[in-house]
Structure formats: structure tokens, C-alpha cells
């Protein structure tokens, strides 16, 4: 699936509801989703299905507030968006 056939396919799935849940109330979702990504990824199960919800959340939320993420991941096109180098050489 294509970046954008996955946007489209979350925003038709939750964006009616998400956008009348509210944008703070849909971003306490995308943290919780977050914090049992952390769990899983501690206990090192349930990985897929949790970076799949993460992702799902993350689209959704860019989709409520009008970002196209095929877009904004062209950030990373050329690299690190600061250093300019794959792989990154920033020292942080």
C-alpha cells in the first residue's frame, strides 16, 4: 500500500469521528497508543499490530489537522533533514 492509499483509507475509516472527538482527544489517543507500543515492545510482543495503530493514529491525526504525509515524509527524501546525510552524521 502506497503512503497515501493509506492516509485515504484511515481517513475513511475514523476521520468522522475523530474530528468530532476533537483534535486533543484524538492526540490523548495517538499517546495511548504510543504508551502499548512501548509495553510490547518491552515484553516483544504484539509489535506489528501495535506500530500498525501508532501509524494509523499518527495519519489520522495529520489528516484532522490537513497534512498530506506523503508529503511531509519528503522531508526525508535526501536524508537527514539537518545534516543532509544517509546516514545521519549529526552529532546528537
Not at 506489528?48 to 497534512?67: K, N, P, Q, R
Amino acid at each position: 500500500m502506497e503512503i497515501k492509499e493509506f492516509q485515504e483509507l484511515i481517513k475513511k475509516i475514523y476521520y468522522e469521528k475523530d474530528v468530532e472527538r476533537e483534535l486533543r482527544a484524538t492526540f490523548t489517543w495517538f499517546i495511548e497508543e504510543v504508551g502499548e507500543l512501548a509495553r510490547a515492545m518491552r515484553q516483544n510482543k504484539g509489535l506489528e499490530e501495535e506500530f500498525a495503530d501508532v501509524a494509523a493514529w499518527l495519519f489520522e491525526l495529520a489528516s484532522i489537522v490537513g497534512v498530506d504525509m506523503e508529503d511531509a515524509l519528503r522531508r526525508y527524501k535526501n536524508g537527514c533533514p539537518k545534516c543532509g546525510k544517509t546516514p545521519c552524521i549529526c552529532k546528537v
